[in-house]
């Protein structure tokens, strides 16, 4: 028996509403997520090799929207299975088919919940190794600053050992990890406050008396209009990795005291928090400050890519303003001011690739409890309890996908790595909105229940499932027609998607003629198990 407090899985029940939260919260990093995608953003261009950044803004925010379509549909499944324990939308997907009367359903539900981990590996399996690539990038950067330039090899050391240190902290369990979650919380937040007050007051108090065409929005109106429909798209598929997160704490239900409560509040808090207040307030000024002045020697007039093309070659355009933001506003300290921020930056990616691990191993723990993925993922650590195996597994993954997200072009060639972190980043977006789109299983799981409510239930959930569709098909639609970088970061996307894929099938295939299992049993045999048990 476990101990009082443990959980039938063996982990342990320490979470209330601050720490479900804030494990979410830590996934959704605006301090990071300024810094690390605003270069992904600005690159982006459409099909007429057009950039399509002036939508940037306006891409956050219908991201936002399909977020909380799917944050909502995502809280009520919580609310109605709150012994998911740490299965999430997994356990959902079964549940929901499992619990309706009629065996025309229920043998449905092996199939759903199989297509349902396949797409949350996609996200959580792909994200951390994102994360990695990211924080080897910023490693980069602050080294270059001080002179020393980082050859590819070193790069990837720093992304192996960046990932292994991850792994390290996730091992000794989700106590230590809400504890990192709060602290970078903070930290970044303020620095997020610091810097977007800065921006704003650049442009508002325009200490070089810039001319007016200097600003790449003539208008702070222009940031919030949308420009064209097809650019707020395309930049609403990078921008769902800013907002991803939120639903983590659904696979916390085994560490939370009152999952049924809070679990669900924590699902649309930490978006509330972080997606609706910090990320668009972070963005509007950046944007607000952007212009011609941006690149080396630009704001003297001697740079030759300024603007927001160099903010699309930089390797840390939120840095380079950062310099000239200091050095005009706080008394020519821009360099310290950089690294300060640079420093909560990383910081910030630590607790979003350590909140990732945890919740992709825990999904991967449930499938092994159930026999959908091999017994190793399922070993816990005898002092911790925490699903260490699974944990170390993650920690090569991600540090194979963070080295081919900094040295991808050294690896298989190409001219620019942007194609490779682009790509690696829109795998596990596609992940992402393959995953988001089950919360039309809220429509399923409250049919016929006696609390079902038509908007909660149905309205809401099946806007989700359409904003989702949209989405996948913008990644693919629009990012192969766009040609250039964003097309081969399309097709490698796709590239580690399918091979994803084909590995999971394989397995499923495989395992389920092992143990005899059926993939899709027949309505009679389905009938025939529910009158032996």
């Known amino acids: 028996m476990s101990e ?56 956050i925010v219908v991201a936002l929207v399909v977020a909380f379509l799917t944050a909502f549909a995502f809280a009520e499944l919580a609310r109605r299975y709150p012994e998911a324990g740490t299965g999430s939308a997994y356990y959902f997907a079964e549940k929901a088919f499992l619990d309706r009367q009629k065996a025309s359903f229920q043998r449905w539900a092996r199939l759903v919940k199989f297509i349902t981990g396949w797409a949350a590996h996609l996200f959580y399996w792909v994200y951390p190794g994102v994360m990695v690539a990211f924080f080897a990038v910023l490693a980069s950067y602050i080294l270059g600053q001080f002179g020393l330039d980082l050859p590819v090899l070193g790069q990837v050391l720093i992304a192996v050992l960046f990932s292994i240190s991850v792994g390290m902290i996730a091992v000794r369990g989700i106590s230590g990890s809400t504890r990192a979650a709060i602290a970078v919380n903070i930290i970044q937040l303020t620095a997020l406050v610091v810097f977007s007050l800065l921006a704003i007051a650049f442009r508002l108090g325009n200490p070089e008396h810039l001319p007016a065409s200097t600003w790449y929005h003539a208008r702070g109106t222009s940031i919030v209009i949308p420009h064209h429909l097809s650019a707020v798209l395309f930049q609403s598929t990078i921008a769902i990795l800013i907002l991803v997160g939120f639903e983590s704490s659904t696979a916390l239900a085994a560490e939370a005291r009152n999952p049924r409560k809070d679990i669900p509040r924590g699902v649309i808090l930490s ?37 927001i093309n160099a903010a699309a070659v930089s390797g840390a355009p939120i840095g380079d303003m950062a310099v000239e933001l200091g ?72 540090a194979i996908i963070g080295s081919v997200g900094v040295a991808g072009h050294e690896i298989f060639g190409g001219a620019s790595n942007v194609i490779y972190l682009t790509g690696i980043t829109l795998a596990s977006n596609l992940g992402t909105f393959l995953l988001y789109g089950f919360c039309a299983l809220t429509v399923v799981a409250f049919a ?6 038509v908007l909660k ?39 580690l998607s399918g091979a994803w894929l084909v590995v999971s099938v394989l397995y499923f295939i495989g395992s389920s003629r092992q143990k005899g299992k059926a993939i899709l049993p027949s309505v009679s045999g389905v009938s025939e198990a529910k009158r032996l048990t």
């Not at 605006?30 to 600005?42: D, E, I, R, S, V």
């Not at 002045?293 to 003297?300: K, N, V």
């Not at 239930?457 to 359409?466: E, F, N, T």
């Open 327 to 398: 050095d005009s506003l706080l008394g020519g300290f821009g360099f310290a001011f950089m690294i300060v921020l640079a420093s909560t930056v990383a910081i910030a990616i630590l607790g979003t690739t350590l909140a990732a691990m945890n919740t992709g191993v825990r999904i991967s723990f449930a499938m092994a409890q159930d026999a959908e993925m091999p017994e190793v993922m399922g070993l816990l650590h005898g002092r911790y309890a925490t699903p260490y195996m699974g944990v170390w597994i993650m920690v090569v993954v991600s």
């Open 457 to 495: 239930h149905a309205i809401i959930p099946g806007l989700g499932l359409v904003a989702n569709s949209i989405m996948v098909l913008a990644i693919l639609v629009i990012g192969i027609d766009s040609g250039g970088t964003t097309a081969s970061a399309t097709y490698l996307a796709l590239a």
């Open 448 to 453: 016929g229940a006696k609390e079902f409510r």
């Open 271 to 307: 978006l509330v928090i972080q997606g609706l207040f910090a990320y668009l307030f972070q963005y509007f000024a950046a944007n607000f400050a952007v212009g011609s002045w941006l690149g080396e020697g630009c704001l003297h007039g001697s740079g030759s890519v300024c603007g």
């Open 4 to 59: 009082q407090g443990d959980t039938p899985s063996g982990m342990k029940k320490t979470l209330g509403l601050t720490g479900v939260t804030v494990n979410a919260m830590a996934l959704i990093a605006p301090g990071a997520f300024l810094w690390m995608t605003y270069q992904l953003q600005a690159a982006n261009v459409d099909s007429r090799g057009l950039s399509t950044a002036k939508d940037m803004w306006t891409g």
